[in-house]
Nanobody, 124 residues
Framework: QVQLVESGGGLVQAGGSLRLSCVAS?????????MKWYRQAPGKQRELVAS???????NYADFVKGRFTISRDNTKNTVYLQMNSLDPEDTAVYYC?????????????????WGQGTQVSVSP
């Protein structure tokens, strides 16, 4: 019933940019607290890229500081990841993650949810 839908992935040359988006939908969303972007490269563990609180406080993994920017639009239940100066090492599936509470029509539900992922490929 909860959907996090990512978009914006694709193939880009090294040094290029991409902007990922993730829209949350679920019954009637009451609140979304932390929203995060993770990534998983082939053969590697999923790792946290960036996070943002409802109030806009951000944190970044060291490997993206100065290159990536996370932001959100609370009116649209959407989180973004602007990725600049992309490197082949950034090639991975990028996943959206959110802590959200929604009303299903009969009760309130709170939990942590994942999107299906979007592929980002950076060529040399």
């Amino acid at each position: 019933q909860v959907q996090l839908v990512e978009s914006g992935g694709g193939l880009v040359q090294a040094g290029g940019s991409l902007r990922l988006s993730c829209v949350a939908s679920a019954g009637r969303i009451v609140s979304i607290s932390a929203m995060k972007w993770y990534r998983q490269a082939p053969g590697k563990q999923r790792e946290l890229v960036a996070s943002i609180t409802r109030g806009g406080s951000t944190n970044y993994a060291d490997f993206v500081k100065g290159r990536f920017t996370i932001s959100r639009d609370n009116t649209k239940n959407t989180v973004y990841l602007q990725m600049n100066s992309l490197d082949p090492e950034d090639t991975a599936v990028y996943y959206c993650n959110a802590d959200l509470t929604f009303f299903s029509g009969t009760k309130y539900n709170a939990g942590n949810y994942w999107g299906q992922g979007t592929q980002v490929s950076v060529s040399p």
